[in-house]
């Protein structure tokens, strides 16, 4: 177990089921409470609000919807994010969000853990 994720209060905002349990299941056995996990913006800006939050895991394609208001809403409280994607190329992403940070799928538990 990661020691320092331990009591961490992580949001999961995925809307493939099996990769949201996978996700939720890695980081609570890092010791995270898991928020969600949402598969979509709407749900995931009902989860976390009045939460306080110390990270999220936002995987960018929601269903043909972009995660991105998330991670404004993010930002603006100063939570730190990481995107999940398919995606290769940074094109995907508008300016404000090119150099965040990100993982590729599949997700390595290891990288998911150390992000």
């Known amino acids: 177990m990661n020691t320092s994720l331990s009591g961490l209060n992580v949001l999961v905002v995925e809307d493939a089921f099996l990769v949201a349990l996978d996700l939720s299941d890695q980081l609570t056995d890092s010791g995270c409470h898991v928020i969600g996990p949402a598969a979509?913006?709407?749900?995931?800006?009902?989860?976390?609000?009045?939460?306080?939050?110390?990270?999220?895991?936002?995987?960018?394609?929601?269903?043909?919807?972009?995660?991105?208001?998330?991670?404004e809403l993010l930002t603006a409280r100063g939570i730190p994010f990481l995107f999940l994607t398919g995606y290769d190329s940074s094109t995907a992403f508008p300016d404000a969000f090119r150099q965040s940070p990100r993982l590729s799928k599949p997700v390595d538990p290891k990288a998911l853990t150390e992000a």
């Open 40 to 71: 979509s913006v709407e749900h995931a800006l009902r989860e976390i609000d009045g939460v306080e939050l110390d990270g999220a895991v936002l995987d960018v394609n929601l269903n043909g919807e972009r995660s991105f208001p998330i991670a």
